[in-house]
């Protein structure tokens, strides 16, 4: 009976976890028992035989992660506070491995969970559009929001609407695969066989996907979204090859002349595009200028200085900032989430050792990931490295000076998009037989 109930747990744990998911994303200390939900479904994977074909090499670094958790536990100094993030870390540990779980079976279901990635990430996107506090700096972008339903309803813990820089941040795990994906699709379909016809599916996705996911990023007006999302084009362009390059190549120099005949007809327009006009700059708080954030991060190392082996816990440095580090560039009114650097804020959070563990993961994702273009030959699987590393490369920039904290309500997306690429690579090293581009294009 043990046994049995063991075998039906690790195969119907998803469903477990799925159930828990409202509870995880939105919860109180009421509803805390859905924290058990991941461990329980650990457990279950430890104790079956089919162990050894579902381990990743971001185990490690996963379990220094969750081990600091647990000690950031101790450091906070209210887990009512901290508990929004650690449940959000857990939910983004169970993603991880079932999501990895399931896509490193095979070909199809490598490209099914794409497609649900790309859905789900749209999904966010659309809800986004109803949800986030859009900023009301350019006059283009209020005229695009006057035809918009605007913030048709408020996310808990989000009342006053999801912060506009958080949503770039986020469109930026999604935007550049889809677009690597979507462009592969195209370049190849011309020499795509009637058989691989059938799925269609997979470059709708992929085109509504880049499509969506650019637009939010664009409407954000997050300046350091845009100089990322370049960043992550660049990358594209650089690791793409063959039709997909071309296809990336007259697109970008389409949208360059485009951009240069604007900015050459009308400047002052292109000018408040860029920077922002008048008065819009003026309402702007110093928090959106660099004295306002090499502030934030000063305060965030004395606190690293302070705790540097637990941290201060999760969550928690937005409120002792104005006790113990006060700022006197931004009023101690202003909710400061985060540190608005990925790395500071991982060691704010979960000390030296979860910085450690949170940058050796991206260190071993993009050497798998590299270790795919070097050794697959295949089309398929090099698109799919090719639009995570351009994902990685956009968010690493805009990790330099803003962040979606570990532990945040969209942050189960990154995990997700972590465990396609360990799915990726899995795949590569086990030879899984897949169709050439010329075959047709699968993801």
């Given at each position: 009976?043990?046994?049995?109930f063991?075998?039906?747990?690790?195969r119907?744990?998803?469903?477990?976890?799925?159930?828990a998911?409202?509870?995880?994303?939105?919860?109180v200390?009421?509803?805390?028992?859905?924290?058990?939900?991941v461990?329980?479904?650990f457990?279950?994977?430890?104790a079956?035989?089919?162990?050894?074909?579902?381990?990743?090499?971001?185990?490690?670094?996963?379990?220094?992660?969750?081990?600091?958790?647990l000690v950031?536990?101790?450091?906070?100094?209210?887990?009512?506070?901290?508990?929004?993030k650690?449940?959000?870390?857990?939910?983004?540990?169970?993603?991880?491995?079932?999501?990895?779980?399931?896509?490193q079976?095979?070909?199809a279901?490598?490209?099914?969970?794409?497609?649900?990635?790309l859905?789900?990430?749209?999904?966010?996107?659309?809800?986004a559009?109803?949800?986030?506090?859009?900023?009301?700096?350019?006059?283009?972008?209020?005229?695009?929001?006057?035809r918009?339903?605007?913030?048709?309803?408020?996310?808990p813990?989000?009342?006053?609407?999801?912060?506009h820089?958080?949503?770039?941040?986020?469109?930026?795990?999604?935007?550049?695969?889809?677009i690597?994906?979507?462009?592969?699709?195209?370049?190849?379909?011309?020499?795509?066989k009637?058989a691989?016809?059938?799925?269609?599916?997979?470059?709708?996705i992929?085109?509504g996907?880049?499509?969506?996911?650019?637009?939010?990023?664009?409407l954000?007006?997050?300046?350091?979204?845009?100089?990322?999302?370049?960043?992550?084009?660049?990358?594209?362009?650089?690791?793409?090859?063959?039709?997909?390059?071309?296809?990336?190549?007259?697109?970008?120099?389409?949208?360059?002349?485009?951009?240069?005949?604007?900015?050459?007809?009308i400047?002052a327009?292109?000018?408040?595009?860029i920077?922002?006009?008048?008065?819009?700059?003026?309402?702007?708080?110093?928090?959106?200028?660099?004295?306002?954030?090499?502030?934030?991060w000063?305060?965030?190392?004395?606190?690293?200085?302070?705790?540097?082996?637990?941290?201060?816990?999760?969550?928690?440095?937005?409120?002792i900032?104005?006790v113990?580090?006060?700022?006197?560039?931004?009023s101690?009114?202003?909710?400061?989430?985060?540190?608005?650097?990925?790395?500071?804020?991982?060691a704010?959070?979960?000390?030296l050792p979860?910085?450690?563990?949170?940058?050796?993961?991206?260190i071993?994702?993009v050497?798998?990931?590299?270790?795919?273009?070097?050794?697959?030959?295949?089309?398929?699987?090099?698109?799919?490295?090719?639009?995570?590393?351009?994902?990685l490369g956009?968010?690493?920039?805009?990790?330099?000076?803003?962040?979606?904290?570990?532990g945040?309500?969209?942050?189960?997306l990154?995990?997700m998009?972590?465990?396609l690429?360990a799915?990726?690579?899995?795949?590569?090293?086990?030879g899984?037989?897949?169709p050439?581009?010329?075959?047709?294009?699968?993801?």
């Amino acid at each position: 009976m043990k046994v049995k109930f063991i075998a039906i747990l690790d195969r119907w744990g998803w469903l477990l976890l799925l159930a828990a998911s409202p509870f995880l994303l939105f919860p109180v200390p009421s509803r805390v028992w859905a924290l058990l939900v991941v461990p329980l479904m650990f457990g279950a994977r430890l104790a079956s035989r089919s162990n050894h074909d579902r381990r990743t090499p971001l185990d490690l670094s996963i379990l220094l992660l969750a081990v600091m958790v647990l000690v950031s536990l101790y450091a906070t100094y209210d887990i009512a506070v901290s508990l929004p993030k650690i449940a959000g870390m857990v939910l983004g540990v169970g993603v991880f491995y079932e999501t990895a779980r399931y896509c490193q079976r095979s070909l199809a279901h490598l490209k099914k969970g794409v497609g649900l990635f790309l859905l789900l990430g749209s999904g966010f996107a659309g809800v986004a559009l109803l949800t986030t506090d859009w900023p009301r700096r350019l006059s283009l972008a209020v005229a695009i929001l006057s035809r918009l339903p605007q913030r048709l309803f408020a996310l808990p813990g989000a009342e006053r609407g999801v912060q506009h820089n958080e949503v770039a941040g986020t469109m930026l795990w999604i935007s550049p695969l889809a677009i690597s994906l979507a462009a592969a699709w195209w370049a190849w379909g011309w020499k795509r066989k009637p058989a691989a016809r059938g799925e269609w599916w997979v470059g709708v996705i992929a085109t509504g996907a880049a499509l969506l996911t650019t637009f939010v990023l664009i409407l954000a007006q997050s300046r350091g979204g845009w100089l990322s999302f370049g960043v992550a084009l660049l990358v594209l362009l650089v690791l793409s090859g063959g039709r997909a390059r071309n296809v990336g190549l007259v697109g970008g120099g389409v949208a360059l002349a485009a951009l240069t005949a604007l900015t050459w007809l009308i400047p002052a327009q292109m000018g408040e595009w860029i920077f922002g006009g008048v008065e819009q700059a003026a309402e702007v708080s110093s928090l959106e200028n660099l004295a306002g954030r090499l502030e934030i991060w000063s305060r965030a190392i004395y606190a690293i200085q302070d705790f540097p082996l637990t941290g201060v816990g999760m969550n928690v440095f937005r409120q002792i900032v104005p006790v113990l580090y006060p700022l006197f560039l931004i009023s101690p009114t202003f909710d400061i989430a985060h540190a608005h650097n990925t790395w500071l804020q991982a060691a704010l959070d979960l000390g030296l050792p979860g910085l450690v563990a949170y940058l050796s993961m991206w260190i071993v994702v993009v050497a798998m990931l590299i270790q795919v273009l070097r050794s697959s030959p295949d089309w398929p699987l090099r698109m799919v490295a090719v639009g995570i590393l351009s994902c990685l490369g956009g968010y690493f920039t805009y990790g330099i000076t803003d962040t979606v904290a570990l532990g945040a309500r969209p942050g189960w997306l990154w995990w997700m998009l972590m465990a396609l690429a360990a799915a990726t690579w899995k795949l590569t090293q086990a030879g899984q037989p897949m169709p050439s581009a010329a075959g047709g294009m699968s993801v």
